[in-house]
């Protein structure tokens, strides 16, 4: 806030045990940690954006694996729908109710293989089925619009990849799959 910044971006972790055995077992990306730091950034007048991983750990290009707590409904796609949109939407107003709901939401992180993967479709490589992917967007964007309706607040919705070279055909995917309830794209860039 000193140097001019006016949004924090937080990201949360679903389940991050994996940092149990870390920093004394204190761990960060979880709700606890993001409503800490949602305060924090409130009490300097920034706006935050929460950056939903939908993983025990980070997402990226390369990595996107379902939380533990769903591996078992990882392949029954209405119950992982359900899951997701149950989880943003509790997420969301636990955080409302504290007077912390966040200015935007992102819907995972550098999405550009298929969110919500199971362990062994991630390590198989890279893959990208739209009709599934477009419903879990979409379900996630949904849980985000039933809270602002909920609450009268407004929350905006962005979307993220990696890479510029890959931003036409990945948008061109979520419109012509139906994903077009979103306010901001986010573009992560890497150079070599």
């Given at each position: ?8 971006r937080l990201r949360l972790w679903h389940t991050p045990r994996w940092y149990d055995d870390l920093n004394d077992g204190n761990r960060y990306s979880d709700l ?119 609450t009268g607040k407004e929350i905006q919705v962005a979307i993220h990849i990696a890479g510029p070279t890959n931003a036409g055909w990945l948008f061109d995917g ?19």
């Open positions: 806030a000193d140097a001019g910044a006016n949004l924090v606890s940690d993001v409503k800490r730091s949602i305060a924090r950034a409130r009490a300097q007048g920034m706006s935050v954006l929460l950056d939903f991983h939908l993983s025990d750990t980070w997402t990226d290009p390369s990595r996107q694996v379902v939380p533990a707590a769903w591996a078992t409904v990882v392949d029954d796609l209405p119950t992982l729908e359900d899951s997701l949109y149950n989880y943003v939407q509790a997420t969301l107003m636990a955080l409302d109710a504290d007077s912390l709901l966040p200015d935007m939401v992102q819907i995972c992180n550098e999405t550009n293989k298929g969110i919500l993967q199971s362990v062994a479709a991630d390590a198989a490589g890279w893959a990208l089925y739209w009709p599934r992917n477009a419903a879990l967007f979409n379900h996630g964007i949904k849980a985000v619009r039933d809270v602002e309706a909920t979520f419109r012509e799959y139906g994903v077009t309830d979103f306010d901001v794209i986010g573009l992560s860039y890497y150079w070599a």
